[in-house]
């Protein structure tokens, strides 16, 4: 197991599947699906919508901070899985272009902003997410709105979210991470140079 310092761009996309694999079943805390469904389930969906490549593997690693122990340097003070967010894009952000690493850092507060910003969007969450968000700091302020619209990858911050709260269905089959390891590939080739 290569540890994440050593990554290269030959080996980036080996470690990813090395964690769906190994760790992907691992239950998604109140959810009817495992870890590695809830994200194949996202990245599925947004195969099937046609969107971008980088917003279907965005959608397909948004999770990948809950495995912080993977990710040595963050283990020591994560509680749970507080900032797996922000352990994620570490991990991704010297591969991938920030769009990804934008929409994997942020997943958590678009919730906050959506549900500060679309009273119907509240309404859909799932159980499991109303509690995480009351720990997340509930929906955001005025203000937490105004600076978060700045981000220009916006769109597709809310887009990776609203992927997320779709891949929590019960049964619904995917394709594997096999399928799309040759799409992660070429989204970090291109954002490197190649
Ligand atoms: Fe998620």
């Keep these: ?24 079943g691992e239950e998604y805390l109140g959810e009817p699906v495992t870890m590695a ?16 490549e980088e ?6 690693l948004h999770d990948i901070g809950h495995f912080t122990s993977e990710f040595g340097t963050f283990s020591m003070q994560d509680t749970e899985d507080k900032f797996h967010e922000e352990a994620g894009a570490r991990v991704l952000e010297r591969f991938f272009p920030a769009i990804v ?8 507060a678009a ?32 203000d937490e709105v105004t600076a978060f619209e700045l981000n220009p990858n916006l769109a597709e911050i809310v887009q ?6 779709a891949g929590k ?3 619904k089959t995917t394709l594997g991470f096999a399928h799309f390891a040759p799409m992660v590939q070429r989204v970090v080739d291109r954002h490197l140079g190649r």
Excluded: W
């Design 160 to 165: 990776v979210r609203y992927l997320d709260d």
């Design 169 to 171: 269905q019960d049964g």
């Design 101 to 108: 690493t934008d929409c994997v850092r942020h997943h958590v």
């Design 1 to 24: 197991m290569t540890a994440p310092e050593d990554l290269t761009r030959e080996t980036i996309v080996a470690f990813l599947k090395d964690i769906f694999e190994r760790r992907g």
């Design 111 to 142: 919730k906050r902003y959506l549900c500060a910003t679309k009273p119907e969007y509240y309404a859909r969450l799932s159980d499991a997410s109303v509690h995480s968000l009351n720990l997340q700091g509930g929906p955001m302020s005025k």
């Design 55 to 60: 917003v279907i593997v965005a959608t397909l």
């Design 37 to 52: 469904e809830h994200m194949l389930q996202g990245a599925t969906l947004a195969e099937e919508a046609g969107l971008p």
